[in-house]
């Protein structure tokens, strides 16, 4: 299995700004993905995060707009950039378990709870 | 159409209760499947892969029909922890989809 540390796990933002979440994993990975999951909805795959190279992003999602870092194996970032109210979100990372009983299955971090006044 | 859809519930069953839900999907070239559950204000957990031949665990039994796009997860002897929302979720070979979930509220 693979434990998933997210931060911040909740956090209020002003319209117009950005907020930077990390995703810290336990062990090195291959793959990693951002979700988004509105209120009352299932989730979204935004863009899987590969390492040393761009993110690969989802229809309806954008670079500018969500900009993702993936510096080494165990971790990344993901960017909410010019926040509106509609980006008012939970923002998942996971990860694709690789090896054993886990390969094929998607872990995930507690989440950050993002609401944007 | 969605790729993956579910019917959104909920179901509300005593304890006890026997509950399936269905979720079919829609790309014909999907090679996985699983059961995830989500508890409110919790990250989706893993509950069960769906293998072709069907499986069982405990009171969860999972099938998977390739021909009709179709997949069951069977809740039997329903507890209160039980309660939650059930995500149907399918590996298309590049990423995993989703489906809406399905709420289940088992009662006292």
């Known amino acids: 299995s693979a434990v998933i540390s997210q931060k911040p796990s909740r956090d209020i933002c002003q319209r117009g700004t950005s907020l930077t979440i990390q995703c810290q994993v336990d062990?090195?990975?291959?793959?990693m993905f951002w979700y988004r999951q509105q209120p009352g909805q299932s989730l979204t795959l935004i863009a899987t995060?590969?390492?040393?190279?761009?993110?690969?992003?989802e229809s309806g999602f954008v670079i500018d707009k969500f900009p993702i870092s993936r510096p080494n194996l165990t971790f990344s970032t993901l960017t909410v950039s010019n926040m509106s109210p509609e980006d008012s979100s939970i923002y998942l990372c996971?990860?694709?378990?690789?090896?054993?009983?886990?390969?094929?299955?998607?872990?995930f971090g507690e989440g950050s709870r993002l609401t944007v006044l | 159409r969605k790729e993956v859809e579910q019917d959104p519930g909920p179901f509300n069953v005593p304890e006890g209760a026997t509950v399936a839900f269905n979720c079919t999907y829609s790309?014909?070239?999907?090679?996985?499947f699983f059961w995830y559950r989500q508890d409110c204000r919790k990250e989706p957990k893993l509950l069960m892969s769906?293998?072709?031949s069907g499986n069982e665990d405990g009171r969860f039994t999972a099938q998977l029909n390739r021909a009709s796009q179709y997949i069951s997860l069977l809740i039997r002897d329903s507890k209160l922890s039980d309660s939650a929302t059930y995500l149907c979720?399918?590996?298309?070979?590049?990423?995993?989809?989703f489906g809406p979930g399905t709420r289940l509220s088992v009662l006292p």
């Open positions: 979720v399918v590996w298309g070979g590049q990423n995993f989809v």
């Open positions: 769906v293998y072709s």
């Open positions: 062990s090195q990975v291959t793959m």
């Open positions: 790309n014909s070239a999907s090679q996985s």
């Open positions: 995060a590969n390492q040393g190279s761009e993110a690969t992003y």
């Open positions: 996971s990860v694709d378990g690789t090896s054993g009983s886990s390969a094929g299955e998607l872990f």
